[in-house]
């Protein structure tokens, strides 16, 4: 997404930008301190910067019939998670409201994303919630797959599952706030267009992904979505969220909108 931007190919006389890299609870933390003028944030973690924060039409992470997988070391049936000890990449993290929704009573442990596999290996926590790159190398290290919370969000409501965003600060100006989102765009198109130099530029950041397996992680989460929030995913995030207060999760209701 952000490949034109740290590398130059998109410009602009009005903003610059410098990048930080951080997993997603940690961006959920700091927005939540309002370090960043613009970053990414989790859905969930939107519910609670909303008063600081606006959504971004562009850069949203959307599950389509898969996202956040429930792996375990042995079989395991989805209706057995009751009371069980998860591993969970952050109690502000979409995952785990998608998970909370669909199962209320389980045990979280909350550990860093990419040491929930070991986690569940070691058998410190009897299933793992993954993230990223996790849901497709599970098998390959011999886990169990348990449930997509996104296979499960779409049987169940028949919606997109919207996992992450971009906002940007409330209190930035107008013109400003214009520029973000036409560069965000721009800097999304560009890599849509050009796939194999984005993808390239966005390798040195995996994690001992092959680019085969790379190519298919990055087409699952930047899309057509990620262009443009549209009403699928407007919808889906205000569902999601007004969920998650009905359920006593989030304390306060709050209107998904976007601006562009």
């Known amino acids: 997404m952000f490949y034109a931007l740290a590398t130059r190919k998109i410009r602009s006389n009005l903003v610059t930008f410098h990048h930080v890299l951080e997993d997603i609870e940690s961006l959920n933390r700091k ?32 599950g389509d019939g898969y996202g956040p997988t429930l792996i375990s070391a042995s079989p395991l049936d989805p209706r057995e998670l009751k009371g069980k000890r998860i591993g969970i990449p952050g109690r502000t993290t979409t995952a785990y409201l998608v998970l909370k929704l669909m199962q209320p009573d389980f045990q979280a442990v909350e550990l860093p994303f990419d040491q929930i596999p070991d986690a569940v290996d070691d058998r410190v926590v009897d299933v793992g919630l993954v993230i990223h790159e996790a849901q ?11 449930l997509d919370l996104g296979r499960w969000w779409k049987e169940r409501y028949g919606l997109p599952l919207p996992l992450g965003a971009n ?6 100006p107008p013109e400003i706030q214009r520029e973000c989102c036409r560069l965000m765009k721009a800097s999304i198109q560009y890599a849509l267009d050009h796939p194999e130099e984005a993808l390239n530029y966005a390798l040195q950041f995996a ?19 990620t262009l443009d929030g549209g009403p699928a995913v407007q919808e889906a995030a205000q569902k999601m969220l007004d969920m998650g207060h009905e359920a006593g999760i989030i304390p306060n209701r709050v209107t998904v909108e976007f601006i562009r």
Not at 38 to 53: D, E, G, I, N
Not at 137 to 146: D, E, I, L, P
């Open 207 to 225: 994690r001992d992904m092959e680019p085969q397996q790379a190519e298919k992680f990055v087409g699952m989460y930047v899309n057509d979505y």
């Open 31 to 62: 927005a939540s301190e309002g370090a960043y003028d613009l970053t990414a944030v989790s859905y969930h973690a939107y519910a609670y910067v909303a008063p600081q924060y606006a959504l971004m039409a562009s850069g949203s992470s959307v």
């Open 136 to 146: 497709l190398t599970y098998a390959k290290s011999g886990f169990h797959h348990v």
């Open 167 to 172: 906002v940007l600060r409330r209190s930035l």
